[in-house]
């Protein structure tokens, strides 16, 4: 065991130390030449490449503290800045330009010789990808913040490449090249494709699939939105996917008509409303770059111009974590109740409470036991009476997980975040909406609207972002306030 | 008149108040919203567009002096930096990221903005140019340094931009779009195109034109060069561009065999050579931003991978300045001899003043004269012994001019340095290479080789970048070298 | 000069026996390979391109009169079909099949092989393209009939390719291949195109050039049709053009207000008419395959579905011949004053001869005689009261001719019959329309609209093609109809 | 049911009305204009096409009876040439050519003018895939050779269309259109595809898919040659696709190494063979046209021209009918046994009913019968001494199956005969090569490999064709030769 811890160390020793040299050589001269560097651009790659992931950290780390800043000529020209406060604007202007340069990092020039490699950008947003899945396991702290500033290095790099001007917006049909049909289908997390024929629906009449690739990436979907064309503000993913749901649906629950059943071709006469069912970054490494709002921007020209009716645009979107945080809330009620202390803000309303008696089994007293049994075993999806009690209570706490709800001052929910930051509107909250086992569990089967009125988001979108204001459907508005 | 100037006065103090309102509209609120963002940079853009160039430059300086940098932010950042050098790495890269942050630019945030929009790029592109071209007509010094600054910032974006990945290489043939083979025309300034037939002829066989044209700038190519597929390395630009010249060319001068006349068709067993007859950069406000090195570099590939027989790569390039450099230099030395002076290095070796007398004419006893009188009345172009006389002196002097003469250590022609830059060598001059009159002005008729040998390239750079180092053929440094 | 003859009639001879052999080689064997059938026909083709002109002729009518039909077969078969009248259908079908083979050349079979190689299809364009150029100087009657036969099985074939559905509709623009550019150029017979900025102008805005290409000749061009749009039915060439004329126009004759002047974008708003200002056919080979009518069929769909407000389809035609005509009407009319006798239906009206005196000069007292002096002087175009007088007279003679004079029922004028073919109405004559010394020429300067009416040129053509009726607008009705 | 007897033919009178008065309307004038007959031949698609199958054959033959050829005039003029024999070749070309156009059948133009629609083409192969498919159903013999006459009617013309100048060849890759893909799919016949996963293999790396499409039929193969890349000629169609087979093989047996296992990228240098293992014609209305001859001497050059080194061409093929042949033989040895009679060629070798012997079960004495039972069974799939036995036997027979049983002289199983008429040598049978259920149902697991001498191949096939002469491997003589 001691053995082989040794060999361990010795074996890690001598990674170091070829690492160490193998950067060197890359810095080595002050080598302007454009032609050597493509060369050892090159190397750094395959070097890279070759490593196995924990190699890789400790690969990046030692390249960001050796590689980084010249920390004396920084702190000079530092002082020299300072220094030149009074000597007038062209000196300051100059010291400063001399600043911006000492504070780029040495490595930087080389991701940007990498960037000019066909594959070279790619090569980026899968080590920033690298960085992003694995910094969170790295205990030493100082190198976790190397890396952290060299993952901010590559964002500020791919931030400029992935504007929208380099980006391409594609439709993606059923006369697309298979390649990238396929990787549509792989990439789709929002409500994962089942086979081929779903594919072709998905892509066919009545749908509108469209994705950004980007030059340096060609046949590479780097966001991907799906929208179905429908006639009016779609209520449940089932009429779209159309999907058989894990439990029939009642009167009144009926989902609306779906234009996409029967028929080959569409009438065009027939569209006013797209619904944006699923948007995909397919890129970890662009973490941080934001597309999807480009995307969405751009796929609402598209449709007007293709359909002059179409007036209503608006998401069908899942609402993940709802679950989870309802449970959390109960269990926070629960210990409350049992160490006999009240909480400021109960989650049930006494007429709930009530309500759920009737549903509750007799061994079980306390309500919000009786609403975790319910939510955990799935009970209340098949039995009727019970669904219907729940209904009022669940769209009002999912108002207010939603409405309500903040982290930083901003929606607690990453979808809504989104949406809102987009200049959309908390629209409507949909009861049976996704009732498949993924629905059910993330959101007890709800989806919700964020509806875009493009005269608005503009000013939505920056009450959201500059003040945490969020416009919601006076609907919304009411449900999230109810309190005792 | 007196009521003109106030008119012209107030109109000006008009324009800025109505360009500092505009300003402030855009640069307002903290806001953050990417709509309204894309709203004002358009704003911008038309802004700008609509004003007269010196409005133009009143402008981008008063947007430089107002929206750069947060002066008390970068200042207090600076000490920050300064202040926490023993705090620990963690810290130091955390101030550092934040001083960098405040050396960006505000109007920086603009300009990325400015770059989404279809034609955003193109536009800042012309902006930069027009920022190049007036620059020096502006007298006050504080203006010009915020507008180079402005500039160097709109270049740290486009160089990002402008890196290979993004930049897509052509070939232009008779087959290509109209109005690309339109503008290969127009762009063209190294040997003017004629007519359509010369156009037809310089993309057709035995010849490759290719271009760079970018992803946000289609239909626009941004680097031009042309080649000629021949058998050897050619000397004279009229046995490529198939024109007659000024003056006939005697025996042992005749232009080499041209491959293409009358042959519809490639022999392609034939070509063993590609010479680089002229590289155009279209676009002003790329300035600094060398695309002509890394086309050279892609062409290369290509030919090499079309013709697997090819082994010589070599320009034949124009010596712009040339006779402008030998017409001062004479000067120099007839203003010493006025004053009785000697100069350190007289440009004409005693050999030569002999040879000079037996052509000029009786009333001219200083041969500097004499020889400035030959080539302004270009006179010896149609005597052949004068012509003859001339060819060894000139072809010497080139060589100095080419090989001896630099400014800041590099070559102070800029095809040398160029090509130099590339890691080629400077290879042969050539006696009446360009007889026309652009080419008898320019360089008395002589063209100059530069060839680039693959294996060597990355070498020779580095030496000319790093060390000053010119690799000449031993001809050019024999010539060269010549003292009395 | 007996030598020379007889050394003549040995090439002859020796040439005759080649190609006898060459031909007997071909078809040899009853070789049914389709491999060695693609060497043979491969073979004819190079043989035949190999030749001169003469020799091409001699060598096709040897090849149809040995490798027509098998004249014994025909005859038998022939008398078998005669024999089987009263033996039931199926047994008549099948010697009805047989006489049909029979009656397929044998040549037939290898011009279908010879359609298989690329190039093949435009090799048998081109070989008709040589007979119809060459059989009216084929002095031997039966040569002439075995060519002319052969010409019409090669017609067959081709009338089967050149079938609307193998035939592709492009636009050319300015940025179509400049080759195809340059083709539609040089193919421009009605208004030949002057320089690069004229056709540019010809592809540019507020103008529409169609091609049909042909998917077995690709980047040729087959039939061009040229479009101006506009918002009234044009007058006048020049208008479209944009060429200065021969002779200023006179009030009340200015072209009508030209969209396309200083305008980069079209203004889809104000197009509400398509003017067809040229339509060539390119192929000789392919005379007698009308692809004219189903281009412009074509074009007016794309036209609808691009402009939704263009409601008017008029072409601007020249009039070829009118002035020939006219020469040859007025000689009549002299020849018949000369020998006393009357004609039946005099060229002019007697208040036509009236008004002639005046602007004749006083030498002449034929007024027929001083029409022609003034057509043939081209006086008339630069006298402006000589104009005013000739205009009334010009028009109703036009009109004459294209809407009385027939030739085998059908309109005698070229250009004519092919607008009412197709359906269209004789619309107007227009005055000083085609300025050029061509136009001048060729019909005293006027052109002609031919205009479509949509919901009727299905009836309209049916009338002139089955009843040789003309459609024509009033006006031109009561011109034609005008007698003494 | 007399009275639905009664309705029906009511019924069946009210559609010949109806369709007699349909065609009447057609082909009411004598319609020159290409307008008017555009509308007709539209209406006749659309008339048809909502016909029900039976209904469309009664359409059909009503059409061809009604609107064939005018029998008079085929009489008169065929008297007409009949009495012209001596009044010189230019009168009697004349004749005939009337004659000519006398038998083409009225609705020829009508298919013309059909073909002129977009898909007007494809409605023509599928209406003649409509009346191959029911003749045989037609009781009436005079229906049917009417039917029949129109099905060659519209061959003759398809043949003129799908020749192979207007056919494109194209690569099906899964980068090509997905539809195009899933067609590929949809249509394999020989080798049905299991999957996207096996779909995929199929157009990827060592494999080609070449398909030819038709301009008038885009995104529809209608040939389709799949290929696979290999170092030398294929045994066993599992190591193409990979599959498991119905039984493991043994020593000896095994499948030669594939060079597609595990390999991204094909190794171009060790590709020497090209195995076409799979040709399907789409288009039954095509029947009769050979294309696939042709799609294989393309792929042929492009495969020379992509891998310089590939030097056998060989097919791997099925033997459709073998089994069948088999037991039809085997049952005709029975019944000459039953019945005391020799057969004059038996069925089996003395050698091998011994050996037969050994491996059936002691109640069956009748060797044929016995051979029968194993066959029926399956049962030798899994008795490794049983197949052993069964080997060698099988083998001569398949031999004798492919290289001596004819029909009319050529091969009797269509495949061979395919790909004999190509000019391919029947070259190697293999065992265990094809043990997919339906490849034991079929041949016993048996395939054949067809082998391609590029330099042979005109003469082979010429000798096949003209003197039924089967090109075949030593071996195979010798099995197929061998008698008691």
New interface residues.
Partial sequence: NEWRRHSYEKKRTLFTERASDFLESVFS????????SE?KSRDFCQFYSNLEIKDKMVFLSMLA?QYG?H?DI??ET??N??AS?ER???V???V??R??QS?VPQYQQLF?NV????G??KFLVDMRADILTNITSISN??DS??L??TS?SVRD?LT??F????L?LQRVT??????M??KVSDYEAVHPIRN?TDLKRRVGPYRRCFVFTH??MP?EPVVVLHTALTNEITKSIHSILQTGQFKPIRDGDLPEEDLSVNSETEDSSKITTAIFYSITSTQKGLQGI?LG??LI?QVVRELQSEFPRIYQFSSLSPIPGFKEWLIMEINRNLHADDIGETVENPLLLDSEIEKLKSVSSSDCTNMYEALKRLLTTHEWVSKEHVCKILQSILLRLCARYLYVEKRRGYALNPVANFHLSN?AVLWRINWLSDMSMRGINQSCGMMVNYRYFLDN??EN??RY??NHHIEASPEIVELGSLKI
Avoid at 29 to 35: A, G
Avoid at 115 to 118: D, L
């Fill in positions: 001269s002050s080598d302007v030449s454009i032609l050597s060369v503290r800043l920390q920084v702190l530092a002082k800045v300072i406060e007038g604007d062209a300051i202007l100059r400063e330009e600043l911006r504070l940007r960037s000019r490699h066909e070279g950008v702290e100082t913040a190397y952290r500033s901010n790099l400029l490449w504007t929208v001007g380099f391409n059923w006369e697309s090249p298979c390649d049909v396929q081929w030059s340096s046949r934001d709002n480009y921007k200049g988001t503009t979108s920056k972002l500059e």
